[in-house]
């Protein structure tokens, strides 16, 4: 079985008989394996490609990530983000302080939303330079 046959196996399936899937979370560690730094992975995709597939190849991930930090949604609904070269980036502003905010919030558009659009620039290209492995 390829990556993805495993993988779906093992959603159908509950499990994979004599396999057991291997996902660490390296994100600073993979930004860094790169020459890189972690601003950098959670700010620009291509960087965040770059390091996961360089990580997948040269220690045998089973699966790609595209994580990097908990505020690319929030910057979809309006918060400022600040990037830290060594760090994970800041909530500069948190638009939710009450229960009104969450009850107010109107779902963004993802696609001009820039921290989203990343994502989805990221999983395009992890979808592409990796396809023939995870057919």
């Known amino acids: 079985m390829n990556k993805t046959q495993q993988f779906h196996h093992l959603q159908q399936n509950g499990s994979l008989p004599g396999k057991i899937l291997f996902r660490p979370i390296l994100m600073q560690f993979a930004a860094e394996y790169i020459g890189s ?4 992975f959670a700010s620009d995709y291509k960087v965040l490609v770059e390091a996961n597939l360089r990580c997948i190849d ?12 908990p505020y690319r949604e929030t910057q979809a609904f309006g918060a400022k983000i600040q990037y830290v070269t060594n760090g994970v980036p ?39 330079k990796h396809r023939e492995t995870f057919r």
Do not use: H, Q, W
């Not at 730094?37 to 950098?40: I, L, R, S």
């Not at 502003?93 to 921290?115: F, G, H, Q, T």
């Open 37 to 40: 730094n972690y601003g950098a």
């Open 58 to 69: 040269d220690f045998g991930l089973d699966l790609l990530g595209l994580i990097s930090d």
């Open 90 to 128: 800041r909530c500069l502003n948190y638009v939710v302080k009450s229960m009104e905010d969450v009850i107010s919030l109107k779902n963004p558009d993802v696609y001009k939303a820039e921290r989203t659009l990343d994502r989805i620039k990221a999983a395009e290209l992890l979808s592409k």
